[in-house]
């Protein structure tokens, strides 16, 4: 038997219906912040990803030719196709200009519980703002977006000036593994890379740095610097807002794009990969032949909220299924249609059993059942009956109608 790719889901429909309520509340959200949805193509030219998303994405991912030679790459994320759409069809529209999307990205990763290679991203950008309101902006809506999807987070937000003035005394390519170290928490890691190369006492500081929990405690690790006013507004407007956060100047984030604030969450009932959204401040349009345009922007692991949601049923929505003879099928198929434009599923019984048969069928996935045959058809009439309470009424369709929108779900 054929399988599905490894680190690759199927979802039924139980599955689908809570994911898609969960999707539509955090679109509810970003609308209602402004933000408007976008889409770019699954695959891109391999070189938007090659300029500058890091390493470690370029490691995970899927590359391939086309017939026609071309380098092209499944997303691994969407930051940087949305700033090649912003450079290519977006330059002259009004800034800031705020976007959301949801997609899947794909990712080589070694595939566990919460880490797939297919996964979906509910991500935002804010293009054209540079200010420590946009900042907070973005932070404030990705709380609000975590919280519409009823999980339990933890918000970091930390800043990358902190690490980069400690990191100012190593070479690049010194500074990057000890970002990569930061960035998985490997503290050891860390340690023993950084004394085999003389600098012991600097992970020291950095270590403090990234256990350091209180802004001006952070500032006397590394002295002042110029964007500390910056810096300071940018927390006094999420305390304003009554945002629950904790600073983390050791966030190092594994994509290369960011320039500034940084900032990430983490389920509270998921163990290793708990890590539900990460986001920042970066710079990525003047890479693509655009202007340096300042933005900001975060992207959500939607695969990540859903299993620490565990199993919750989505609403379940009225549903009515039509028995009926085939004297009846006219009359039957024309309440159908009235029943689904008043929103209502209403599948229609396809065996041609009889009606007692027909209603059992019903039983197994709806509240209630038309029953449609040659009286009902004459009389423009409706028999429903309430599968819970089995009590059936002869009514009119109107009458029908406003029983099973008035009617409790189950
Ligand atoms: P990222 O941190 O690489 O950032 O990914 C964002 C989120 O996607 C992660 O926090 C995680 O929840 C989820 N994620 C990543 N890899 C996987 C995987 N293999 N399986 C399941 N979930 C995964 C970005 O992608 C940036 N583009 C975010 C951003 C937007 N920065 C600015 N704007």
Redesign the pocket.
Known sequence: MLQKPRGTRDFLPDEMESRREVESRMRGVARSWGYREICTPEFEELDLFTIRSGEGIIQEMYVFEDKGGRKLALRP???APVLRMYVNEGKTLPKPLRWFYFAD?F?Y?RPQK????Q?W?F?V?LIGADTPIAEAEVIMLAHEILSSSGISFTLHVGHLSFMRILLKELDPFDQKRARMFLDKRDTPGLREYLSGRDHAALSDRLIALAGCRDLSQAFEITGDFPERERIEELFSILEEAGICYTLNPGIA???DYYTGMVF?AFADNLGA?N??????T?RLAHLFGGEDTPS??????F??IMVARGERPAAPGKSAGVAFTPEGRPWALRVAGEFRKAGIRTPLDLTGKSIGQQLSGISRFAEYAIIIGGKERDSKTVTLKDLRSGIQKNLSLDDALHEVCSGDTR
């Open positions: 994320e969407l930051t990205c990712r990763e919460g880490r797939y290679r996964f991203q991500g950008e984030r594994g994509l990430e990969e890590q539900v959204l990460g986001g920042g970066y900001c922007g975060f992207a959500v692991g695969d990540r």
